[in-house]
């Protein structure tokens, strides 16, 4: 079945550093990824959609300056939290979409998702 | 109003039970609807997925889709306690984004 890999699990970083979460499809080509974000006992908010080889879609209310998206391979993209403060630890998870597979519009695989605690 | 709701629970059932797990939505363009299930610090993974309305069972599982009262529901039989999860209703039209609701915690005491 398809695999999403995402690296690191977890993070820890101080105040005003930035970090780098990466989401790989290891079987599968996956043109569109989606960056989520999760609070405690909440749902998954949607933070934007990232398309192969161009500049993703964010959502209403996320900062693309703060939260960097690339999504340079068919089968890579990098959110990067820049700057990051207290605020923005959070759980971030991605999911890529098989287009192969994905004929009836559900194949979203998730990645484990990353915790990120900003100090 | 959100687009999809759910309640968040949690929910508590003996091992055995019958768990009722439901969503309501008010966007009348989603056509596609799945339940994942969503163990503590790990990613969702896809559980059912019905198109359009209707009912689908997979071994302990039914979903059950209403697209005139905009209401979908999973049903788990024979509830175990390796099913003590948070539960998520997902919905999508088109559009190529799922919208979640807030998910259901459950736990299933032995």
């Known amino acids: 079945g398809a695999v999403v890999s995402q690296h690191p699990s977890w993070v820890i970083c101080k105040s005003g550093t930035s970090v780098k979460i990466e989401c790989r499809s290891l079987d599968f080509q996956a043109t569109t990824m989606f960056w989520y974000r999760q609070f405690p006992k909440q749902s998954l908010m949607l933070m934007a959609t990232?398309?192969?080889?161009?500049?993703?879609?964010?959502e209403q209310g996320v900062e693309k300056d703060k939260f960097l998206i690339n999504h340079a391979s068919l089968t890579l993209s990098t959110l990067t939290v820049t700057s990051a403060h207290p605020e923005d630890s959070s759980f971030y998870i991605c999911s890529a979409r098989d287009l192969i597979r994905d004929t009836k519009n559900k194949g979203y695989t998730f990645g484990s998702g990353t915790r990120l605690t900003v100090v | 109003q959100k687009e999809v709701e759910q309640d968040p629970g949690p929910l508590s059932v003996p091992e055995g039970a019958i768990v009722s797990l439901n969503c309501t939505y008010s966007?009348?363009?989603?056509?596609?609807f799945m339940w994942y299930r969503q163990y503590s610090r790990k990613g969702p993974e896809l559980l059912m997925y019905t198109y359009s309305s209707g009912n689908k069972e997979d071994g302990r599982f039914t979903a059950q889709v209403d697209k005139s009262s905009k209401y979908i529901s999973l049903f788990i039989r024979d509830s175990q306690p390796s099913d003590s999860a948070t539960y998520l209703c997902?919905?999508?039209?088109?559009?190529?984004?799922?919208?979640f609701g807030q998910g259901t915690t459950l736990q299933v005491k032995p």
């Open positions: 997902a919905m999508n039209s088109n559009t190529g984004k799922l919208i």
């Open positions: 990232s398309n192969e080889g161009s500049k993703a879609t964010y």
């Open positions: 966007n009348s363009a989603f056509q596609y």
